[in-house]
């Protein structure tokens, strides 16, 4: 099946420093990703689609500027939570889309590892 | 936006057993598809239902989808330890949301008792 990497896997930074997560895919092209993050015990809800060669497309609610997404190739995005403060401390999740894009099975997600943020 | 409710919110039963988890959602769909967590990893697809499909199978998985009640069920046969998890399912919402976008339900945390 198809791989998506994402690092790092864990990450303690200080409040007002930026991070930077990376998500790959590894065996196959993505022009769009998707950035989720999760609290604990609780569902994934959708921060933003990354679209390779454009901008990304954010959810309601959710800081552009908090929160920058480039998608500088057909195998990379990236997240970078910019000026971090506790509050920020969660999981983010990337995922592609299944390919070949087969039409009975666009939706289908690949998930990378995660990302645990703890902001101190 | 939640856009799946899947009860119970945890469930935990002894091995061998069979563990049902039900999602309902809010509007109509292209597929459902149902994930599982490790806690603390991404997510792994374990299988996707069309609208026009009305139950199927994988392994020890089977799915039903009930488009008249907006419900679907994951049945897990003959638990096991590694079966504890949580368990999510995922609509795509049909021409509300984009094309590959999916929304995901609240989940269930299943806990399988040895």
């Known amino acids: 099946g198809a791989v998506v990497s994402q690092h790092p896997s864990w990450v303690i930074c200080k409040s007002g420093t930026s991070v930077k997560i990376e998500c790959r895919s590894l065996?196959?092209?993505?022009?769009?990703m998707f950035w989720y993050r999760q609290f604990p015990k609780q569902s994934l809800m959708l921060m933003a689609t990354?679209?390779?060669?454009?901008?990304?497309?954010?959810e309601q609610g959710v800081e552009k500027d908090k929160f920058l997404i480039n998608h500088a190739s057909l195998t990379l995005s990236t997240l970078t939570v910019t000026s971090a403060h506790p509050e920020d401390s969660s999981f983010y999740i990337c995922?592609?889309?299944?390919?070949?894009?087969?039409?009975?099975?666009?939706?289908?997600?690949?998930f990378g590892a995660g990302t645990r943020l703890s902001v101190l | 936006s939640q856009q799946g409710e899947e009860d119970p919110q945890a469930l935990s039963i002894q091995e061998g057993e069979n563990a049902t988890m039900n999602c309902s959602y809010k509007?109509?769909?292209?597929?459902l598809q149902w994930y599982r967590q490790n806690s603390g990893r991404g997510l792994v697809h374990l299988i996707l239902?069309?609208?026009?499909?009305r139950e199927k199978h994988s392994g020890r998985l089977r799915v039903t989808l009930d488009t008249s009640k907006k419900s679907s069920s994951l049945l897990i046969t003959a638990s096991r330890a590694a079966d504890t998890a949580s368990y999510f399912c995922?609509?795509?919402?049909?021409?509300?949301?984009?094309?590959?976008?999916?929304?995901f339900g609240k989940g269930t945390r299943l806990h399988i008792l040895p």
């Open positions: 065996d196959f092209q993505a022009t769009t």
């Open positions: 509007t109509s769909i292209n597929n």
């Open positions: 995922a609509t795509d919402a049909g021409w509300a949301f984009g094309d590959d976008k999916i929304i």
């Open positions: 239902i069309r609208s026009n499909e």
């Open positions: 990354s679209n390779e060669g454009s901008k990304a497309t954010y």
């Open positions: 995922s592609a889309p299944n390919p070949p894009r087969l039409a009975s099975a666009k939706n289908i997600q690949y």
